[in-house]
């Protein structure tokens, strides 16, 4: 398994897994109807990896994707946030996404673990993400990594104690 930053070459691949994604995430856990409860529109405007998106979050040295024998199997998205509750910088996760493939082989965690690594070399004091109350597998991957989240909702994962 290979975690290497985002580049224009992933576009399309990104955009497709992202996509997959939430579409999965809206069906199962928002329990809506991709096609009739999502304007077309919307579904291809959202995510990071959207057009007019995609440039900015590559540009931040914050995105990464993983590579099994060349193909991309996950992808994180994240950007640095200035004073975010007092806090001067601050990693924020947009997106983490795995191949339903590949799920459950440590790669949502070797992204955000290598996420952590890149923000604090960029000088971020912690890493948040939002996590949805029924997505189980992102509150587990979470809790493994030691973030911290007092109403489950925003997870803080502070970098002074982050090991590299």
Not at 40 to 52: L, M, N, Q, T, Y
Not at 72 to 94: K, P, R, T
Not at 98 to 122: S, T
């Amino acid at each position: 398994m290979e975690i290497v930053p985002l580049s224009d070459d992933d576009r399309v691949s990104v955009r497709l897994l992202e996509l997959a994604c939430i579409r999965e995430y809206a069906e199962v856990t928002l329990e809506l109807d991709w096609n009739i409860d999502i304007p077309k529109e919307v579904r291809d405007s959202i995510g990071a990896s959207a057009p007019k998106s995609f440039g900015y979050y590559k540009d931040t040295g914050l995105c990464f994707v993983a590579k099994e024998r060349g193909q991309i199997v996950g992808v994180i998205f994240s950007q640095m946030l200035h004073w975010i509750d007092s806090v001067e910088n601050v990693a924020w996760v947009e997106n983490i996404c795995v191949d339903e493939e590949f799920r459950r082989m440590g790669i949502g965690y070797l992204l955000m673990r290598r996420l952590a690594q890149e923000a604090k070399n960029q000088g971020a004091q912690i890493v948040q993400s939002s996590i949805g109350l029924k997505n189980m597998p992102s509150l587990l991957l979470h809790r493994k990594l030691n973030f911290l989240g007092e109403d489950r909702k925003i997870a803080t994962l502070d970098l002074s104690t982050f090991k590299i």
